[in-house]
């Protein structure tokens, strides 16, 4: 069962004609969507916060932020990717990799997770991290605010805000 904000939402996003199919369930729209700067089709989830904002839902602000994320440019979809590689980069240093490739080549997009003011974006990169994931937050002017590797299995996350704490679980790992 559905609530009336996000019925509405759903009608909304239907309308706007973002979103391929989208679904209302669970407290979340959810469709597929393509990323034409990344080259891809990923799963768009979009969260009113129903939790935090009630029947208070700013659907126009959702609207304006799946746009914002489903037309991101090219220059900037090449900034975050390259953030986001030179922040792992840098955070595993010479650390071994499953194998050599640039991170920048091997991220894909699989799904973003819209808020208000933010999105979640989650790239897989198969050739150098098989097992895990990366999460990657945006603001509302799509800047990286987090990057975070995260196992498959949700088992074991490692922030990489702390430089100190990756390294000592990627040496864990390897024991």
Same mark, same amino acid.
């Given at each position: 069962?559905?609530? +009336?904000?996000? @019925?509405?939402?759903?009608?909304? =996003?239907?309308?706007?004609?973002?979103?391929?199919? +989208?679904?209302?369930?669970?407290?979340?729209?959810?469709?597929?969507?393509?990323?034409?700067?990344?080259?891809?089709?990923?799963?768009?989830?979009?969260?009113? *916060?129903?939790?935090?904002?009630?029947?208070?839902?700013?659907? @126009?602000?959702? =609207?304006?932020?799946?746009?914002?994320?489903?037309?991101?440019?090219?220059?900037?979809?090449?900034?975050?990717?390259?953030?986001?590689?030179?922040?792992?980069?840098?955070?595993? @240093?010479?650390? +071994?990799?499953?194998?050599?490739?640039?991170?920048?080549?091997?991220?894909?997009?699989?799904?973003?997770?819209?808020?208000?003011?933010?999105?979640?974006?989650?790239?897989?990169?198969?050739?150098?991290? +098989?097992?895990?994931?990366?999460?990657?937050?945006?603001?509302?002017?799509?800047?990286? *605010?987090?990057?975070?590797?995260?196992? =498959?299995?949700?088992?074991?996350?490692? @922030?990489?805000?702390?430089?100190?704490?990756?390294?000592?679980?990627?040496?864990?790992?390897?024991?």
């Amino acid at each position: 069962m559905t609530s +009336p904000v996000l @019925d509405s939402l759903l009608a909304r =996003i239907v309308e706007s004609g973002l979103l391929e199919d +989208p679904i209302a369930e669970n407290g979340l729209v959810y469709g597929r969507a393509s990323i034409d700067a990344a080259g891809t089709v990923v799963n768009v989830n979009v969260d009113p *916060e129903l939790d935090e904002h009630g029947e208070d839902v700013d659907h @126009d602000a959702l =609207i304006a932020a799946v746009s914002r994320i489903l037309s991101v440019g090219e220059t900037r979809w090449r900034a975050v990717v390259d953030e986001v590689a030179t922040d792992i980069d840098d955070a595993v @240093d010479d650390e +071994p990799v499953i194998e050599q490739i640039d991170l920048r080549d091997d991220l894909e997009a699989t799904s973003v997770v819209v808020f208000a003011d933010a999105a979640l974006l989650a790239f897989v990169a198969p050739k150098q991290f +098989p097992e895990s994931r990366i999460l990657v937050q945006l603001d509302e002017e799509l800047e990286v *605010e987090g990057v975070e590797v995260r196992e =498959i299995d949700g088992t074991a996350t490692v @922030d990489l805000d702390t430089l100190d704490d990756l390294l000592d679980e990627i040496s864990r790992a390897d024991d």
